[in-house]
Every structure is written in C-alpha cells, then in structure tokens.
C-alpha cells in the first residue's frame, strides 16, 4: 500500500474532519457504500447525551451526517460502553442500549452516523481523566488487545444498522507527542483495529485519524490498510 500521499489525488477515499465542518472527500479505488462517493455537509456531535431534537435540528439545517462521540454520555459504570478503561470486560448492555436509541433516532430523521470514540481501553479521554494524559494504550500491549476487541465487539453490535456509515476508531490519537510511546506502532495498531471490524462487520467503512493529534503531517505518514473501505480523518 505505500504511504498515503500528502495531495488529493490518493486513490483512496479520504475524509476531511476539520473543527466541525465536515465534508467528504472523494477518491475511491475498489467497492463501497455509495454514501461515501459525493461531499456531503456533517457536523461533530461531542460532549452531551443526544436527543431526537438534536438529529431533527441536523436534518433541517442539511446535515447529511455526523460523527457521534458517546464518551461523556452518562452510562452504567466509570466509562461509557466500555465500563472501565483501565479494565475493559465487554460493552455494558445498557450503554449500548441508550447508543442504538440514539441511532435509531438519527435514522429517523434521514442523518447518517460514523460513530467515533474518544477513550479507549488503556487512553481514557483526558477531559475525563483529570486532564491527565492516559497513555497506557501506547505502552502495554494488554490495552492495545483490550482495544482490538472492543471494536470487534461493537462493530459486531452495530452491523447493519442502517444509520450507521462509519466507525471512527479513535479521536487524534498522539502517541507521536510523549517520548515513552516511541514504541508503538500506529499503523500495526490500525491494522488489528480494522481485521478485528471486519471479521465482526465487513462492510461499514472505517475511518482513521493520523497521528499527532489527526495533523496532516500525522495523516501522511500513515500506511494504509489493505481495506477499500477505509476513510481518513
């Protein structure tokens, strides 16, 4: 696959995730849902739980999708679906519940969905970790397994909904920021991620952010997967 060129002509489908105005960029090489094959007008949904309103108010200002991030999201235990990310032990039932509510109502109102997290196991998001870098994902090969399954387990949950369009494996990773993260291996890390989607779910795109917090320059040392149905944020 080579190193994802820095200029849009890459034959792959690219999209561009900028501060809340989206639109996806179109380059496709291989098969695929054809939602992805003309721009189209999307917003982040971050930081509250979602309601009907929320999508109706989408529909009618033109939204086509959005990127739903559920981390904050009041759920059963420490950390939303996950249940603890220092300990992740499979998606808390009434977490999923309340997220596939929230799809049903997007799929209501005719708006699609790359559902995105911002924690994973071993990386809670630091707004929910005391403003404190969670890195044990970038260092411990355990978390990166807990991780692996967790999308596994979702994009399992999650096939077929017709909401959604995407999965969005993690917001800006930044292994590339802390020195004692040198190790880890993004690409390899992405591989796994996607494998495990796609035994789970072999058709719902995927969407990657590059390194260094999803910067252009993160964005272009990625290798991409051996996927046609891969997006980039």
Same mark, same amino acid.
């Given at each position: 696959?080579?190193?994802?060129?820095?200029?849009?002509?890459?034959?792959?489908?690219?999209?561009?995730?900028?501060?809340?105005?989206?639109?996806?960029?179109?380059?496709?090489?291989?098969?695929?849902?054809?939602?992805?094959?003309?721009?189209?007008?999307?917003?982040?949904?971050?930081?509250?739980?979602?309601?009907?309103? #929320?999508? #109706?108010?989408?529909?009618?200002?033109?939204?086509?999708?959005?990127?739903?991030?559920?981390?904050?999201?009041?759920?059963?235990?420490?950390?939303?679906?996950?249940?603890?990310?220092?300990?992740?032990?499979?998606?808390?039932?009434?977490?999923?519940?309340?997220?596939?509510?929230?799809?049903?109502?997007?799929?209501?109102?005719?708006?699609?969905?790359?559902?995105?997290?911002?924690?994973?196991?071993?990386?809670?998001?630091?707004?929910?970790?005391?403003?404190?870098?969670?890195?044990?994902?970038?260092?411990?090969?355990?978390?990166?397994?807990?991780?692996?399954?967790?999308?596994?387990?979702?994009?399992?949950?999650?096939?077929?909904?017709?909401?959604?369009?995407?999965?969005?494996?993690?917001?800006?990773?930044?292994?590339?920021?802390?020195?004692?993260?040198?190790?880890?291996?993004?690409?390899?890390?992405?591989?796994?991620?996607?494998?495990?989607?796609?035994?789970?779910?072999?058709?719902?795109?995927?969407?990657?952010?590059?390194?260094?917090?999803?910067?252009?320059?993160?964005?272009?040392?990625?290798?991409?997967?051996?996927?046609? #149905?891969?997006?980039?944020?």
């Amino acid at each position: 696959a080579g190193r994802l060129p820095a200029h849009p002509g890459t034959p792959l489908m690219t999209a561009v995730v900028l501060a809340g105005a989206l639109a996806a960029v179109t380059a496709r090489a291989g098969g695929g849902d054809a939602f992805w094959d003309v721009k189209r007008r999307g917003a982040n949904f971050f930081n509250r739980t979602e309601t009907d309103e #929320r999508f #109706r108010a989408a529909a009618e200002a033109g939204i086509a999708w959005v990127r739903l991030v559920p981390d904050k999201w009041k759920g059963a235990g420490r950390d939303f679906l996950l249940g603890d990310a220092g300990r992740y032990a499979g998606l808390v039932p009434a977490d999923l519940a309340k997220l596939k509510r929230a799809l049903d109502w997007a799929d209501a109102r005719s708006v699609k969905v790359v559902v995105g997290m911002l924690s994973l196991p071993g990386a809670r998001w630091n707004q929910l970790n005391g403003k404190k870098p969670d890195l044990r994902l970038y260092r411990e090969t355990g978390y990166q397994d807990q991780a692996v399954r967790f999308w596994g387990d979702l994009s399992r949950a999650l096939r077929g909904h017709p909401a959604v369009v995407a999965y969005n494996v993690v917001n800006e990773p930044h292994p590339d920021r802390h020195k004692p993260s040198k190790g880890f291996d993004l690409d390899a890390f992405y591989t796994r991620v996607v494998a495990a989607i796609r035994e789970a779910d072999p058709d719902t795109f995927v969407m990657l952010d590059g390194g260094d917090y999803a910067s252009v320059g993160g964005l272009s040392r990625l290798r991409p997967p051996p996927d046609p #149905r891969i997006l980039y944020a």
